[in-house]
């Protein structure tokens, strides 16, 4: 009853609109108290929270990212690729799809690439005949590559709550990625077969293709280095996430000369502000986690799901409906820092690898971005488009059973997730 109690508590504050890092925290604090246990507990664990390395890359990746963001670099993206690829049936698609496949690379943020790539690929896809509500689904799931696509700032908070290798969990991320990219462009040809009235564009010329390409080409040497630095160990996360925003400020501010101080400003402002909402709700998370753990209430709930859930697949079906219907309410962050402390000590019982299971539970966070009403894509795009809640949820239906798609894939194949990182 207690357990019940709590989460009946957590969720009312949740949805009367209370700061879910005030909830978190103002609950651990009472559980605390009322549990006859030292209130010092409180700040010993914002603290432990806030002592972590790995958790310094959440700020320098947020950098790079609205740096990119403020220099234009989405633009050069998209019409580098658009030069390559427009000519397809739904070629501005595939572009939308593969623009945001690029900067999800750079940027590990879900928001900050929907925005982006937004920017530019709406008026141009709206202007050559593309159906708002489809245009709006393309950027809306797009822009979920940001927290699958390594780096990811989620899978970083994902591997300090469970003490696993932000390393792996990236390697993790690409297969499913890929797949995930693969099955959203193969729907939006098929879809652009079946809409005679888009405006087919015309291939274009090497010259264009060519000069295109040089603009976009610094942005993809810098997310090469970037990945290939963290996969061949040449560098932490949190040193590349440093070296990012480095090659970030030499890309725009010297190589393409788009970077103006006041941009550099703006994005600096932006990152900071997004960085003390994260690492509240991380320190919130940490003082409710020290609580119920003192309740037992991660035990309790473990073992009635391993008394009542014998199999690994039954587990899992249980997760993703609990996840998709808990995403309706609940932002992403919010939803891992209150789930996986609850979830984390079933896995082990089960024979769950926590490594899978991180990318199964980020692709079903990505699912909770693009969900009305609280899906924060949705209103990132909407906004960027001016289009209507509507509009943007009609159009990410086909996307979201994509993405579900993917998860029953990984489900049944682990090692399309798996295979990176216990084999490189």
């Known amino acids: ?198 405006e087919r564009i015309e291939k274009a010329s090497w010259e264009e293709r060519r000069r295109s390409g040089i603009r976009a080409l610094p942005t993809l040497i810098l997310a090469a280095v970037v990945i290939a630095g963290i996969y061949r160990g040449w560098y932490t996360p949190t040193e590349a996430a440093a070296i990012g925003f480095a090659g970030a400020l030499f890309v725009t501010g010297i190589v393409l000369r788009s970077l103006t101080l006041k941009a550099l400003w703006e994005a600096t402002v932006m990152s900071m502000r997004t960085t003390v909402a994260i690492l509240l709700i991380v320190a919130g998370a940490k003082i409710f986690g020290k609580a119920i753990a003192l309740y037992r209430i991660p035990q309790d709930v473990s073992s009635f799901i391993i008394d009542t859930i014998a199999s690994p697949s039954l587990f899992i079906g249980a997760v993703a409906i609990v996840l998709l219907i808990m995403g309706l309410v609940m932002e992403s962050l919010s939803l891992l820092l209150i789930m996986v402390p609850v979830l984390a000590g079933a896995m082990v019982p089960l024979g769950i690898d926590p490594i899978w299971f991180g990318v199964f539970f980020v692709i079903m966070v990505e699912c909770a971005l693009i969900t009305p009403p609280v899906g924060l894509n949705l209103y990132v795009i909407q906004a960027v488009g001016n289009g209507t809640l509507t509009e943007v949820s009609r159009g990410i239906l086909p996307f979201l059973a994509l993405m579900l798609l993917t998860v029953l894939a990984i489900t049944l194949m682990p090692a399309i997730a798996l295979w990176l990182p216990f084999h490189l």
């Open 1 to 198: 009853m207690i357990t019940v109690g709590i989460l009946v508590a957590l969720f009312v504050l949740l949805l009367l609109g209370i700061p879910v890092a005030f909830v978190l925290g103002g609950m651990g604090v009472m559980l605390l108290a009322l549990g006859g246990f030292s209130p010092l507990m409180a700040p010993a664990g914002l603290l432990s929270a806030m002592d972590s390395f790995v958790l310094v890359a959440v700020p320098l990746f947020l950098l790079m990212a609205n740096v990119m963001l403020k220099g234009g670099v989405g633009r050069d993206l998209f019409a580098a690729l658009q030069a390559w690829v427009g000519h397809l049936p739904g070629g501005l698609a595939v572009a939308t799809i593969l623009s945001c496949g690029v900067f999800a690379a750079i940027s590990g943020s879900s928001v900050a690439t929907a925005a982006t790539i937004g920017t530019v690929a709406i008026p141009e896809m709206t202007a050559r005949g593309y159906p708002r509500h489809f245009t709006f689904g393309v950027l809306a799931a797009g822009g979920t590559l940001g927290i699958l696509i390594p780096p990811s700032l989620i899978m970083i908070i994902y591997g300090v709550i469970t003490e696993e290798s932000v390393l792996a969990l990236f390697m993790a991320g690409v297969g499913p990625g890929i797949m995930m990219i693969i099955l959203f462009i193969i729907y939006s040809i098929l879809y652009a077969r079946t809409q005679p009235s888009l």
